[in-house]
Nanobody, 119 residues
Framework: QVQLVESGGGLVQAGGSLRLSCAASGSYLNIGTMGWYRQAPGTGRELVASITHGYSANYADSVKGRFTISRDDNKNTVYLQMNSLKPEDTGVYYC?????????????WGQGTQVTVSS
C-alpha cells in the first residue's frame, strides 16, 4: 500500500510564503507525474502545479510566477514553494502521484493540508 504524507500547510498573511512537502512511501516501481491540487470551500478540486518524471513543470495561470514545484526522487518527495500568497490561494491542498508498478499505474492522493491566507 502506498501512502502520500503532506506537511507544511498553515496560516500566513497575504504576501507571505509557505512550502508544502509530500513524501511517498510503500512498494512500487517508480513515480510518474506528481502534482498539487487545491480545493476552496464550495468549489471543485483544481490543479495548481504538476511535474513529470522528466522534471517538466506545469502551472495554473493563477499561480505562475509565484509558485514553484520541484521533486526529489531520492526522497520520493514533491515540494510546492508558494510565495506572494494571496487570500484566494486559501484552500485544502492535496498531493497527487502516479504510482507505477510493473504492469499498471495507480493514482494516489494525500490526505490534504490546509492553507489559509489572511488579508
Amino acid at each position: 500500500q502506498v501512502q502520500l504524507v503532506e506537511s507544511g500547510g498553515g496560516l500566513v498573511q497575504a504576501g507571505g510564503s509557505l512550502r508544502l512537502s509530500c513524501a511517498a512511501s510503500g512498494s512500487y516501481l517508480n513515480i510518474g507525474t506528481m502534482g498539487w491540487y487545491r480545493q476552496a470551500p464550495g468549489t471543485g478540486r483544481e490543479l495548481v502545479a504538476s511535474i513529470t518524471h522528466g522534471y517538466s513543470a506545469n502551472y495554473a495561470d493563477s499561480v505562475k510566477g509565484r509558485f514553484t514545484i520541484s521533486r526529489d526522487d531520492n526522497k520520493n518527495t514533491v515540494y510546492l514553494q508558494m510565495n506572494s500568497l494571496k487570500p484566494e490561494d486559501t484552500g485544502v491542498y492535496y498531493c497527487h502521484a502516479e504510482i507505477r508498478y510493473y504492469i499498471s499505474t495507480t493514482d494516489y492522493w494525500g490526505q490534504g493540508t490546509q492553507v489559509t491566507v489572511s488579508s
